[in-house]
């Protein structure tokens, strides 16, 4: 019986190894290119036909990946036509709502936005895409971990997460130009309305609980601060209970 050397074999597994590297690189880059086609086929179908028109939030929309926020099982998923769970009963919202939010804002570049309830750190990655920076809050404290980290992994820089109760705001950074809130109050929190720029907008989801509630554009002038209902909306709650 004849045996195999092993510095006979070790060319063999080094082409092998090297073999299998590049088969694998080739499936990654097939799947990053897949993904990035559903990604343009949401932004076309999803938003545009509906009415989303700002460059901004198109291309931001375009760049963020949506199923790099939703855990690995559900990425498949990341571009359909609706919210996806994200873990502890929360949801990352609707691609059509993300944007519908941010074309609201009318983001600008340097633009500093507040936003509440992070959750997987979707919205604030696509407000950051269009050159805003983010101070976002987000109650869950796995949740506000989990999406600072990722957050930093992808390369948002200008997204800053912090644990806590959004209703109380970030007052360090404040005034802002612009609020953007994920969950659904049952009154606009007072605290955010003052941190809010004179001649700055504020988009929040107002209604009970678990009920179709409205969003709401408040935009707070000189002299007065006006609210207007946009549509009617389903969020999750907004929370107090920290
Ligand atoms: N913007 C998120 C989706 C958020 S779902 C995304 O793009 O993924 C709403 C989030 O608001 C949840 O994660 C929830 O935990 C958080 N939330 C609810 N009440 C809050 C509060 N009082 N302060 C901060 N975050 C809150």
């Given at each position: ?5 092993t510095?006979?074999?070790r ?5 092998s190894?090297l073999?299998?590297?590049?088969a694998a690189w080739?499936?990654g ?7 990035e086609?559903?990604?343009e086929?949401?932004?076309?179908t999803q938003?545009q036909r ?5 460059p901004?939030?198109l291309?931001a ?20 036509d ?6 502890f ?6 691609p ?10 009318r ?7 507040l936003e ?5 750190g979707?919205?604030?990655a696509?407000?950051a ?15 506000a971990?989990?999406?600072a ?7 948002y820089?200008?997204v800053?997460?912090?644990e806590g109760?959004?209703y ?9 130009d ?30 009970s ?15 007065e ?6 549509m ?11």
């Open positions: 019986m004849q045996c195999f050397r510095h006979k074999l060319p063999v597994l080094i082409f190894m073999l299998l590297g590049v080739a499936v880059a097939d799947r990053d290119a897949a993904f086609k559903a990604r086929r949401m932004v076309r938003l509906r009415g989303i028109s700002d901004v939030t291309e929309m375009a760049s963020v990946p949506r199923h790099l926020f939703v855990s690995p099982d559900l990425a498949e998923e990341a571009y359909t609706g919210p996806l769970p994200i873990g009963g929360q949801t990352i919202s609707q059509y709502i993300v944007a519908f939010m941010t074309e609201t804002v983001p600008v570049p340097k633009m500093k936005i509440v309830g992070t959750g997987s979707y919205q604030a696509v407000l895409e269009t050159g805003a920076e983010v101070y976002t809050i987000e109650i869950i404290p796995e949740l971990e989990s999406a980290a990722r957050l930093q992994r992808l390369g820089v200008g800053h997460v912090k109760d959004g109380f705001g970030w007052e360090e950074h404040a005034p802002y612009a609020v953007v809130v994920t969950a659904a109050a049952p009154f606009i929190p007072p605290p955010l309305l003052d941190q809010l720029k004179t001649g700055g907008r504020m988009v929040i989801p107002v209604g609980p678990f009920l179709l509630q409205t969003l709401m554009l408040v935009e707070k002038g000189e002299e601060t006006i609210s207007r209902s946009l009617p909306v389903r969020f999750v709650p907004f929370r107090r209970d920290g």
